[in-house]
């Protein structure tokens, strides 16, 4: 894993997340890790499953993190949907409706312990950047509102319970409008990052890059595998050529 983060930062990747999922190392001691072998990228967990964590300790946690990795940390939380990590972790599965009540009983909790001088441990961070992920209407109304940058995965509720399927450029194009058209009262807009679930390498860097400039100005996040080959791409799209 070390090795992979030394390159993505030679590749010139602004960020380096990892996961949340039980399948996966914890996220936490991967974060600190990486940051021992890096200097430059931001780390995060990308996403938190909120409904994993008591909001105090994930605050405790994402405070000590920060501390441990000289201020890179990005938070950023999502409602959780994988019905069977629930199950392995012996823990209910909320309805979505719970799912999201906890998560913006979360967020909210977070931004005032970070804003109450007094409590401890504290972040390295003045202020620790926010991400929130989602796809539904309700998260990203209050991501609109509370996120720094709202992160759409680019995955919708499918037929049968547990199932999703992957949004096409319209629909992620609709949800991008759909947020943008909620930020009104907020002195800056959110950014918008966009989770690219497979990267295929068809057509030229131009023909790409060219396609991804209907998103110019949002973020994107693409799978470890991918890493080199969305490189080049990256780099074109950098240049703006």
Known sequence: ????????????????????????????????????????????????????YNPALLARDLATTDQLTDGRIDAALGAGHVEAEFRAAGLPFPSARERVDHLERTVLEIR???????????????????????????????????????????????????????????????????????????????DINLLIHAVAASGSRRDVAARLRRFDDAELTVPEPAMETFAPVMARLDRRT
């Open 112 to 190: 005032r312990l970070f804003a109450d001088p007094s409590h401890a441990p504290r972040p390295r961070q003045e202020r620790m950047p926010l991400t929130i992920g989602g796809n539904g209407d309700r998260v990203l109304r209050f991501a609109a509102r509370h996120a720094d940058t709202v992160a759409l995965s680019g995955a919708a509720p499918g037929t049968g319970p547990g199932r999703h399927r992957l949004v096409g450029r319209a629909e992620l194009a609709q949800r991008v409008r759909f947020v943008r058209d909620r930020t009104a009262g907020r002195d800056s807009a959110p």
């Open 1 to 52: 894993m070390q090795d992979r983060c030394r390159r993505a930062e030679d590749l010139g990747y602004d960020v380096v997340a990892v996961a949340d999922h039980l399948d996966m190392p914890a996220p936490f001691p991967a974060l600190v890790s990486a940051a021992a072998v890096t200097s430059r990228p931001r780390l995060s967990a990308f996403v938190l499953n909120a409904a994993f």
